[in-house]
Structure formats: C-alpha cells, structure tokens
C-alpha cells in the first residue's frame, strides 16, 4: 500500500547518533554516549511503599483522568519543590506535563510554523532540535563561551533577522550545566539575555533538566526568577533527579501562556498520567525529593572528579574540554582538523564511545567536538575509558 503520509513525516528522520551507538554494545565497551542517571539512585522501595499507600487511600483518583494542568495536591508540592530552591510560581502559572520532552513539543506545536525563526545555543539539545525541525522551524545559532549564550552574537543574530522582518518565535537555553556542554549560562549574561529579549519582545524558553544537580551548593537565580515571571517559559523535568521512567515534568510561564498550552494538551494526551502525580507529590512531601537529589550530587559529583582528574592525566594538549560544575555532561573540543565522526570507529576499536557533537549544532558546526556522559559509567569505567580515548585521539592527532 502506498501510505500519503503528512509534511510533518518528511521532517522526522532516524537519529544519526542511536545509529553509531549500536557499536557501544560491543562487549568491553566503556561508553560514555548515553544521557541516563545511575539506576542504582532509583529509590525503588519508597516507590512501592508509597505507590501501595495511594492505591489504597485514593485509587479512584489515581486511576481516572485527571484536570489537563495537573492535581492541585501536586501543583501544591511543586510549588514547594521550587520554593526549596528559592522560586516562585502559582498554581495558574503551571501545567503538568510528561517529561520536558512533551513540554518542548508542545511549545514546538504553539510557536512554530514552516519557516518559523527561533534562536538557540550552540550546541543545544538534540530533543529540542527535533522538536523544533519537525515544526519546520529556522533555527539559528548562537555562539557560546565559558559563561553561556555569547548576548553579543546574539544580539547580531536578532538584529539580522529583524532587518529581514523574521523576528524570532522565541529563544530557546538551556542555563544549568547545560546538556550537552555541560557549561552554566553566567549571572550577568542572564541578565542580558533577559534585557535583549524584552526589548525586542521575544519570549525565552528556559529548558532546565539539571537545575538542582549543582555540586557546589551554588545555583543561580533562573531566567523565571529573574524576569519576575514575564516573558519566559521555564521548563523542568523530575528525569534527572529522581528518575525518568515516570515521564513527570512541568511547565512554568504566565498565564496566558499555560491557558494555551492547557488547550493544546487536551487535543495532546488529554492529561498527565493521573497515577505518578500523588506518588510524587507524596515523595516530595515527605522530604524524600531533598534526599534523593543529595544522594544524586553525591553520586555525580566523584564521578565528574574522575572524568576531570583523567582528561588532565591523559588528553594531549591539543584537546580542551568544558568544566561543568554540576549536571551529567561534559564537552570536548578537539583540532579543527578532525571530526569525531570519523573517528569513532577508532574510538570502538579501543573500546570506548562517545557522542558526536555534530547533531547537536542546528547549524551543523562542531565537528571537531563531542559529548561525554559522566552519570552513567562507574568512577572506576571514567578513568578507564578516558584512558582509552585519550588512545584513541592520539592515534589519530
Ligand atoms: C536539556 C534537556 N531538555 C529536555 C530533556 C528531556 O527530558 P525529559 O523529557 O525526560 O524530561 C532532556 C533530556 O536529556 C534534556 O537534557
């Protein structure tokens, strides 16, 4: 039969990277490539034991359809949530969703249209660039450093667009140990971003996984705090710091920006999953969200050490890489002259993977550079693996 499939399914394509890490499941293989947490952080007893008592208590509710923005048991423990990290929102400024995932694909569905301009880091998130391409979206990049989205090469960008009359939809970062550099957007060029996108009224999506995974105690007020709630649309996941398999996150903007994303959600999935929302709002409220998101700084933390303590005992000169200081990834940037894809079956020779840091420029840049996921692999892998890479690299310098 001959499917006539919508423009929509030309935009989707397979992902050029789940292609090349099928090689990580060459046995001896230390791969660095994923993005998943340590699953031996996942507090599986709590969740049977809490799971049983809501069962119990309120299984009519648990297994019903729920309102579109979420239980207002769990909005209230969201609000707690955010408040332990020094923010601010209400109940109508909010809606549950699955995943930040869903978040970025719905902003994809209210925002973008076929040629729709939008701005974002380079590199940013591969989930983002999907979501976004598959609106058919002309997406521009912006430069970054050590201190997050560069606001000069932004403000060139913005003014480019603006003289061929294609203002940008909105501007999408990723401020918090950034997936996938790893790097943190800086106080002052927070503020910046802020005054530049107000001036010229574009909103900011605020995309923030990793926000409380900082292993200096240090997290800086968000775009959300620092805009007072206008103008930016934060979004915020519980995949990283507790676990992903529930899909639970949310989405925080004014008013006027949930009403329209409650109505899109209908027509989307109806509601979030009325049975993880009071399992997670009573995780939070009985202080467990705190424990776990210790237990997972505690657990990154070294691990990040490693991979940092290793790439200064082994990499060659010519190879710089980001310092996160919080958060699941770190950035490599190799010579100009070589480009990770080519290299990555020596990498497989010498039994270890990364990720190619090509997929993750809207502009296709970045050649020369690559993801490395501390979270997953053991301390003891870390400092095997990059043993092995700097190997690899040598070979090829
Ligand atoms: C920056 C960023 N946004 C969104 C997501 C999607 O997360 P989830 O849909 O599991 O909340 C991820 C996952 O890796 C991410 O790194």
Redesign the pocket.
């Known amino acids: 039969m001959n499917y006539n499939f919508s423009g929509v399914s030309n935009r989707i394509f397979r992902s050029e990277i789940r292609e090349i890490l099928k090689w990580t499941r060459k046995p001896g293989v230390i791969s660095f490539g994923g993005?998943l947490p340590d699953a031996a952080l996942f507090p599986i007893q709590d969740i049977i034991d809490i799971t049983r008592e809501v069962l119990e208590r309120k299984g009519y509710l648990a297994l019903q359809y729920g309102p579109t923005p979420g239980e207002n048991e769990f909005l209230e423990a969201l609000i707690s949530h955010m408040a332990e990290f020094g923010e601010k929102a209400t109940r109508d400024q909010m809606c549950v969703a699955?995943?930040?995932?869903?978040?970025?694909d719905m902003l994809a569905l209210l925002f973008v249209d076929g040629g729709a301009p939008i701005v974002m880091e380079l590199p940013?998130?591969?989930?983002?660039i999907r979501a976004f391409s598959r609106s058919g979206a002309d997406m521009r990049g912006v430069q970054m450093d050590d201190d997050g989205m560069d606001t000069d090469h932004l403000q060139k960008i913005l003014g480019e667009l603006h003289r061929q009359g294609k203002d940008p939809r909105f501007i999408y970062v990723?401020p918090d140990f950034?997936?996938?550099s790893g790097i943190t957007m800086s106080l002052n060029r927070r503020k910046k971003l802020i005054q530049i996108a107000r001036q010229r009224e574009i909103p900011i999506v605020e995309?923030?996984?990793?926000r409380e995974l900082s292993f200096t105690g240090k997290v800086l007020p968000s775009l959300w705090t620092l805009s007072d709630g206008e103008g930016v649309i934060q979004?915020r996941?519980?995949?990283?710091i507790l676990f992903?398999g529930m899909?639970?996150?949310w989405i925080v903007a004014h008013k006027t920006i949930i009403d329209k994303i409650i109505m899109l959600k209908q027509s989307v999935d109806l509601c979030t999953p009325s049975f993880s929302q009071p399992i997670l709002a009573e995780y939070i409220k009985q202080g467990k969200m705190r424990r776990s998101i210790e237990n997972a700084i505690e657990c990154y933390k070294p691990k990040l050490k490693a991979m940092l303590d290793a790439l200064g005992k082994y990499m060659p000169e010519e190879v710089k890489w980001s310092m996160p200081t919080g958060g699941?990834f770190l950035w490599l940037t190799l010579p100009e002259r070589i480009d990770t894809k080519d290299i990555f079956m020596t990498a497989i020779e010498h039994d270890v993977a990364y990720v190619i840091g090509r997929p993750f420029h809207c502009d296709r840049s970045g050649g020369n550079t690559m993801r490395l996921n501390y979270s997953f692999p053991s301390v003891e892998q870390i400092e095997k693996g990059i043993q092995r890479l700097s190997g690899a690299i040598k070979a090829v310098l």
Not at 98 to 104: A, P, T, V
Not at 207 to 210: F, L, N, R, T, V
């Open positions: 993005g699955s995943s930040s995932q869903q978040g970025l940013s998130y591969l989930g983002g990723i950034q997936n996938p995309d923030s996984p990793y979004l996941t519980f995949s990283k992903p899909r639970v996150g699941m």
